[in-house]
């Protein structure tokens, strides 16, 4: 008679072949110190021995984790010896990590910090240290020898290749995600630049890849939020009637500073938009012609401000005001 299985080890029913049999762990494999996951062994009766590893692994903490040796933080019971946040297969970060990442992204954080959020609490971090100078009088920063979170946006750009196709559709299927434009929209580009290095070091300029094309919208001024973002080929009317054709409808009032390839976009897409100047470019001109005609030293640079904001709201302070 064989000896009894341990229960505190976690052991799929099966291995991914379907065999009958006693499965065993067959070693540890480490992705950080503070993480592991488990590789098995499958001992079928009459079919030769084989290794596996489980279709979506859990990650197991170590002892070197905070967390090592207690109960799970969301379910609060410990975890057995091949138990822990399940990940895709060979994945680094588990699915809530990556949802996590998802969720930062689409409140409007960047990629870099957020990876590095999801990388925190991972623990993921690089874990070799730069050399140390040869020179005694070169000193070296402290915290270049200590581990450290990685800048790389791509982390968050993975889990978006991968994983937002999916939640788009599900939120388009549901009516979570807007499918006509709303009654106030902001539209606004922003070219999009290839990086263009000089010795190895980057320097301004570059050629352009793209324009950016974003807008936000709502009913009304306290419910504006982000509704759309797209790359397209260049900043020109074409460009902009693809970026518009995004979303069914039209909006009633359309906020820009109306550029030539906007402003054109805007009259053949939408005929019957009211459309309103920024007023941050308002301003940013009112301010340049006052400079241009000598005017702007002869007041305080404070109050034209004050006053070019203030004016552009009823037509009563712009008579007042001109």
């Not at 499965?23 to 488990?38: L, N, V």
């Not at 040796?69 to 588990?94: D, I, K, N, W």
């Not at 870099?112 to 009088?137: D, G, I, T």
């Amino acid at each position: 008679m064989g000896r009894s299985l341990d229960t505190k080890i976690y052991r799929p029913e099966a291995c991914p072949d379907g065999h009958a049999g006693p499965i065993h762990i067959h070693k540890y494999s480490s992705w950080t110190p503070e993480h592991q996951k488990i590789q098995y062994r499958c001992c079928p009766k009459g079919v030769r021995r084989h290794k596996f590893t489980m279709v979506m692994p859990p990650r197991q903490p170590t002892a070197a984790h905070p967390e090592g040796g207690q109960a799970c933080s969301e379910c609060e019971r410990p975890y057995l010896v091949g138990q822990g946040p399940t990940c895709g297969h060979q994945f680094m970060f588990t699915i809530r990590e990556k949802a996590q990442s998802l969720y930062e992204i689409g409140v409007g954080h960047a990629a870099r910090s957020s990876a590095q959020q999801v990388q925190r609490e991972a623990l993921r971090r690089r874990q070799a240290p730069r050399p140390l100078a040869r020179k005694a009088e070169t000193k070296v920063p402290r915290s270049r020898n200590h581990p450290r979170w990685s800048k790389e946006g791509n982390i968050i750009q993975d889990a978006i290749d991968l994983f937002a196709p999916v939640v788009l559709r599900d939120l388009r299927g549901a009516g979570d995600l807007l499918t006509e434009w709303p009654p106030a929209v902001a539209i606004d580009s922003f070219s999009l630049k290839t990086r263009l290095l000089k010795d190895g070091e980057r320097t301004s300029g570059g050629k352009k890849a793209g324009e950016i094309f974003g807008a936000t919208g709502g009913s009304s001024n306290r419910d504006m939020q982000p509704i759309a973002l797209q790359i397209l080929g260049s900043k020109n009317h074409e460009s902009a009637l693809d970026f518009f054709a995004g979303l069914k409808g039209a909006p009633t009032w359309v906020v820009a500073d109306f550029d030539d390839a906007i402003d054109l976009a805007v009259r053949m897409a939408w005929p019957n938009a009211i459309r309103y100047m920024c007023e941050g470019h308002i301003l940013r001109l009112g301010v340049k012609a006052f400079e241009a005609d000598k005017l702007y030293r002869l007041t305080n640079a404070a109050e034209l401000k004050k006053a070019l904001e203030d004016c552009q709201h009823t037509n009563a302070k712009w008579d007042a005001f001109a």
